[in-house]
């Protein structure tokens, strides 16, 4: 019957007969054809037109599909692999096929048969089939154990299937030099014995079980030989040949693997089983390519790349909510009017961009669609000028941190929506309407910026001077040396404002101020609430009121930055950097092999990536990352390796805080430890400097750095290193002083460092 069938307009496609009258064709599909001798040939692309009464079928199409037609004795025998299928005989000068014996009724077209092929099962050849194409040997060995009939073996000579699935390649010889007298060859080990144990996950080193697949993958190819099914239908060809295999019979074991598994003897509670590693494994470094995830999008939360993308998109309907979202935000605040382009004028694009917005633990909450700007088609000095725009410094919000959890401050978090799109601009910008947000009114007019939008190269810069103005109205005063950090006091009541351009820190001691401040900063920018703090800047904060103590942890970002770079099951380290080890530039890649591998590893990358954890809560790894970032213009094997390990410390460290614990009855005092790393370049044989500030227990500030002179001994070194920790004092302080909190800074800062206990 006519299967998989898919049904045609009218007059979509038409036969023209042999008198020349066309005839519609209704349907297009798979014809399953039962034939009297039980089998059953599938026929596809066939046309079904209800008008014409008699089924044709194409020689030619026939010979298409592997099949072979012979005349014997005045009739075409078809046949396919040896095997007839079946015979016509000529009738009114055509050749027609009897299927009067067959279950294929022609009144439908749904008819199902599945009736055996009715053939000889004395054919040796067809028990030869039936057995996944066995030797003639095991069909022997099968006749005499009395599991088969007697059958003349003879009746095949050859089978085009084993042919065809059994072939291999001409071995080679490998000659080896033979002794023909005693003592003419002798083989010694130089000084001991060496065991070499077979790799795990190598059964190619295994001679018994690849010779065991052998066997098995001629089995399938035979019997796929024999067929058109597709290749998916190899595995099932693999179980039967493995489950004949089980019931066939060996010359030398008695039993069949069969039979052995059924009879157990002993108990098998007591087996151990196998441990496999649960580590998932990927290509070498060698073998593969890395895709930066931030480019391609592979791994991480499936989110569009464009407007037709979302459209696409199995969460279409939150892309266009949120879409609609930042349309009511644009359209709230007026961002542009529509007008006329003027003729000198010029338009630069815009696109929607699309993110998953997600919690502390990598769960996504938001899905935020953003209407930018192309701000590369900008002209400079025309559509933009002054672009420069500061954040808060990650040392300025670890101070705050460090005091907030000393003196048991209550800390605020808010979140500006959509936070670019409240500056004003001072310059003419002309933009392309946003794709689906088309005025039917005005086709053809385009959008005039009255306020700055994300992209604009000075939106940034127009959001803070517009956050600037309004927060100083309401009695802040910002800092000298931190623009973005704010402070209002009045009397003992004090609060600060962090801000880190739409993400907002509010830290005080007086509730009350701290929700009028709230609440004002509710009436000039559309804002969202977010309680105590607990998520910034890919930092999750801990905090135990009982013990006045805040952690700073970055496991999320941590778990994500793994996942880029495939690390995320690899083996933890102890150490970021091994001691006393030794690199220069010299290791780098330097054959066109070398240097076209390395071009595909993401060294630059995953500097960067370390680089951020370093600044916001991993001062451990500041030395390992600050040597490894030397090397990134032409690394080499040995520098991804070192990159790599930094990785695996962070994988077994990522749960790790960095804390700060309040005690009243200690002096809340800033103190900093300096130390140097005497020609640990190699290549210019300069030294190191590092030093970190701490304040409330734990570390605020710190710096791993080349010294930019040479120092001609350790003790010169230690100085240098000395020197560049009091100019950062002097930072640290003079900001420290600013925020009015913490007495002990007009006092002198103490400075810890190694040379001047050797000298006293």
Same mark, same amino acid.
């Given at each position: 019957?006519?299967?998989?069938?898919?049904?045609?307009?009218?007059?979509?496609?038409?036969?023209?007969?042999?008198?020349?009258?066309?005839?519609?064709?209704?349907?297009?599909?798979?014809?399953?054809?039962?034939?009297?001798?039980?089998?059953?040939?599938?026929?596809?692309?066939?046309?079904?037109?209800?008008?014409?009464?008699?089924?044709?079928?194409?020689?030619?199409?026939?010979?298409?599909?592997?099949?072979?037609?012979?005349?014997?004795?005045?009739?075409?025998?078809?046949?396919?692999?040896?095997?007839?299928?079946?015979?016509?005989?000529?009738?009114?000068?055509?050749?027609?096929?009897?299927?009067?014996?067959?279950?294929?009724?022609?009144?439908?077209?749904?008819?199902?048969?599945?009736?055996?092929?009715?053939?000889?099962?004395?054919?040796?050849?067809?028990?030869?089939?039936?057995?996944?194409?066995?030797?003639?040997?095991?069909?022997?060995?099968?006749?005499?154990?009395?599991?088969?009939?007697?059958?003349?073996?003879?009746?095949?000579?050859?089978?085009?299937?084993?042919?065809?699935?059994?072939?291999?390649?001409?071995?080679?010889?490998?000659?080896?030099?033979?002794?023909?007298?005693?003592?003419?060859?002798?083989?010694?080990?130089?000084?001991?014995?060496?065991?070499?144990?077979?790799?795990?996950?190598?059964?190619?080193?295994?001679?018994?079980?690849?010779?065991?697949?052998?066997?098995?993958?001629?089995?399938?190819?035979?019997?796929?030989?024999?067929?058109?099914?597709?290749?998916?239908?190899?595995?099932?060809?693999?179980?039967?040949?493995?489950?004949?295999?089980?019931? %066939?019979?060996?010359?030398?074991?008695?039993?069949?693997?069969?039979?052995?598994?059924?009879?157990?003897?002993?108990?098998?509670?007591?087996?151990?089983?196998?441990?496999?590693?649960?580590?998932?494994?990927?290509?070498?470094?060698?073998?593969?390519?890395?895709?930066?995830?931030?480019?391609?999008?592979?791994?991480?939360?499936?989110?569009?790349?464009?407007?037709?993308?979302?459209?696409?998109?199995?969460?279409?309907?939150?892309?266009?909510?949120?879409?609609?979202?930042?349309?009511?935000?644009?359209?709230?605040?007026? %961002?542009?009017?529509?007008?006329?382009?003027?003729?000198?004028?010029?338009?630069?694009?815009?696109?929607?961009?699309?993110?998953?917005?997600?919690?502390?633990?990598?769960?996504?909450?938001?899905?935020?669609?953003?209407?930018?700007?192309?701000?590369?088609?900008?002209?400079?000095?025309?559509?933009?000028?002054?672009?420069?725009?500061?954040?808060?410094?990650?040392?300025?919000?670890?101070?705050?941190?460090?005091?907030?959890?000393?003196?048991?401050?209550?800390?605020?978090?808010?979140?500006?929506?959509?936070?670019?799109?409240?500056?004003?601009?001072?310059?003419?910008?002309?933009?392309?309407?946003?794709?689906?947000?088309?005025?039917?009114?005005?086709?053809?007019?385009?959008?005039?910026?009255?306020?700055?939008?994300?992209?604009?190269?000075?939106?940034?810069?127009?959001?803070?001077?517009?956050?600037?103005?309004?927060?100083?109205?309401?009695?802040?005063?910002?800092?000298?040396?931190?623009?973005?950090?704010?402070?209002?006091?009045?009397?003992?009541?004090?609060?600060?404002?962090?801000?880190?351009?739409?993400?907002?820190?509010?830290?005080?001691?007086?509730?009350?101020?701290?929700?009028?401040?709230?609440?004002?900063?509710?009436?000039?920018?559309?804002?969202?609430?977010?309680?105590?703090?607990?998520?910034?800047?890919?930092?999750?904060?801990?905090?135990?009121?009982?013990?006045?103590?805040?952690?700073?942890?970055?496991?999320?970002?941590?778990?994500?930055?793994?996942?880029?770079?495939?690390?995320?099951?690899?083996?933890?380290?102890?150490?970021?950097?091994?001691?006393?080890?030794?690199?220069?530039?010299?290791?780098?890649?330097?054959?066109?092999?070398?240097?076209?591998?390395?071009?595909?590893?993401?060294?630059?990358?995953?500097?960067?990536?370390?680089?951020?954890?370093?600044?916001?809560?991993?001062?451990?790894?500041?030395?390992?990352?600050?040597?490894?970032?030397?090397?990134?213009?032409?690394?080499?094997?040995?520098?991804?390796?070192?990159?790599?390990?930094?990785?695996?410390?962070?994988?077994?460290?990522?749960?790790?805080?960095?804390?700060?614990?309040?005690?009243?009855?200690?002096?809340?005092?800033?103190?900093?430890?300096?130390?140097?790393?005497?020609?640990?370049?190699?290549?210019?044989?300069?030294?190191?400097?590092?030093?970190?500030? %701490?304040?409330?227990?734990?570390?605020?500030?710190?710096?791993?750095?080349?010294?930019?002179?040479?120092?001609?001994?350790?003790?010169?070194?230690?100085?240098?290193?000395?020197?560049?920790?009091?100019?950062?004092?002097?930072?640290?302080?003079?900001?420290?002083?600013?925020?009015?909190?913490?007495?002990?800074?007009?006092?002198?800062?103490?400075?810890?460092?190694?040379?001047?206990?050797?000298?006293?």
């Amino acid at each position: 019957g006519l299967r998989a069938s898919r049904k045609l307009k009218p007059g979509a496609l038409s036969l023209y007969v042999g008198n020349g009258q066309r005839e519609a064709v209704e349907a297009i599909g798979a014809f399953y054809l039962c034939l009297p001798s039980g089998l059953e040939i599938v026929l596809n692309n066939c046309h079904y037109a209800p008008s014409i009464t008699r089924g044709v079928i194409s020689v030619s199409r026939l010979y298409e599909d592997g099949f072979v037609n012979r005349f014997v004795d005045n009739t075409i025998q078809v046949s396919r692999n040896n095997v007839v299928y079946f015979s016509a005989i000529p009738r009114d000068g055509i050749f027609e096929i009897d299927l009067s014996n067959s279950l294929t009724n022609e009144s439908s077209i749904y008819v199902v048969s599945n009736k055996r092929a009715n053939l000889d099962l004395d054919s040796a050849h067809l028990w030869h089939c039936c057995h996944g194409y066995i030797s003639k040997k095991r069909i022997e060995k099968l006749q005499h154990d009395g599991l088969l009939d007697s059958s003349d073996l003879r009746a095949f000579e050859k089978c085009v299937s084993c042919m065809s699935g059994k072939m291999t390649r001409k071995p080679y010889t490998h000659q080896v030099e033979r002794a023909k007298d005693l003592l003419r060859l002798i083989n010694t080990d130089d000084h001991r014995i060496i065991v070499h144990r077979t790799p795990p996950y190598t059964p190619q080193h295994n001679g018994v079980s690849e010779r065991k697949n052998r066997t098995l993958l001629d089995m399938v190819r035979s019997m796929m030989s024999q067929t058109t099914l597709p290749k998916s239908f190899r595995d099932y060809a693999l179980e039967t040949a493995a489950r004949i295999l089980n019931m %066939v019979p060996t010359k030398k074991v008695e039993k069949t693997p069969y039979e052995d598994d059924l009879e157990i003897d002993e108990s098998q509670s007591d087996i151990v089983p196998i441990r496999r590693s649960t580590r998932t494994r990927h290509a070498s470094d060698r073998m593969c390519l890395y895709i930066d995830a931030e480019e391609h999008e592979l791994g991480d939360l499936g989110e569009p790349t464009n407007y037709k993308a979302a459209l696409l998109d199995h969460e279409s309907e939150k892309w266009l909510n949120a879409m609609n979202v930042e349309m009511q935000s644009v359209k709230d605040i007026e %961002v542009w009017v529509l007008v006329e382009l003027p003729p000198n004028g010029k338009t630069v694009g815009s696109k929607w961009l699309f993110k998953k917005k997600t919690d502390m633990d990598g769960v996504v909450h938001t899905y935020k669609a953003r209407l930018v700007e192309k701000g590369y088609t900008q002209t400079p000095w025309i559509n933009y000028e002054e672009t420069f725009s500061s954040v808060a410094h990650t040392r300025a919000i670890r101070i705050l941190i460090a005091i907030a959890a000393y003196y048991d401050y209550e800390i605020w978090q808010m979140d500006v929506k959509t936070a670019f799109l409240n500056g004003y601009l001072n310059e003419e910008v002309y933009m392309e309407k946003p794709e689906c947000f088309v005025n039917p009114k005005y086709p053809n007019r385009v959008c005039k910026l009255k306020r700055s939008i994300y992209g604009l190269k000075q939106a940034s810069r127009q959001w803070n001077k517009r956050f600037d103005d309004e927060i100083k109205k309401f009695g802040f005063t910002q800092d000298r040396d931190e623009p973005c950090v704010y402070l209002k006091a009045s009397g003992s009541n004090i609060t600060f404002l962090i801000l880190y351009l739409d993400d907002i820190l509010i830290m005080g001691n007086n509730i009350s101020m701290l929700q009028s401040v709230k609440s004002y900063l509710g009436r000039c920018f559309a804002m969202k609430d977010l309680g105590e703090a607990a998520y910034i800047l890919r930092i999750k904060i801990y905090r135990d009121r009982s013990r006045q103590l805040i952690g700073l942890c970055q496991s999320a970002y941590i778990e994500k930055i793994l996942k880029r770079y495939c690390m995320e099951n690899s083996k933890r380290g102890s150490i970021p950097m091994r001691e006393k080890l030794k690199l220069s530039k010299s290791q780098g890649a330097s054959t066109p092999a070398e240097l076209k591998r390395m071009q595909n590893v993401p060294y630059a990358s995953a500097i960067g990536s370390i680089m951020y954890a370093v600044r916001c809560t991993r001062p451990d790894v500041m030395f390992a990352q600050n040597v490894k970032s030397r090397f990134q213009q032409n690394p080499g094997d040995i520098h991804w390796t070192t990159v790599k390990n930094i990785l695996k410390y962070l994988s077994n460290t990522k749960d790790m805080f960095l804390v700060y614990e309040g005690d009243l009855k200690r002096e809340l005092r800033v103190s900093f430890y300096t130390d140097d790393g005497y020609l640990t370049g190699a290549d210019d044989l300069k030294s190191q400097t590092g030093y970190v500030f %701490v304040l409330n227990g734990g570390a605020v500030d710190g710096k791993s750095a080349k010294q930019s002179i040479f120092a001609t001994s350790s003790a010169e070194a230690e100085y240098v290193a000395a020197f560049d920790a009091s100019k950062e004092a002097v930072r640290v302080r003079k900001f420290i002083f600013g925020l009015g909190v913490v007495p002990t800074i007009r006092e002198p800062i103490s400075m810890y460092v190694i040379i001047l206990k050797q000298l006293l």
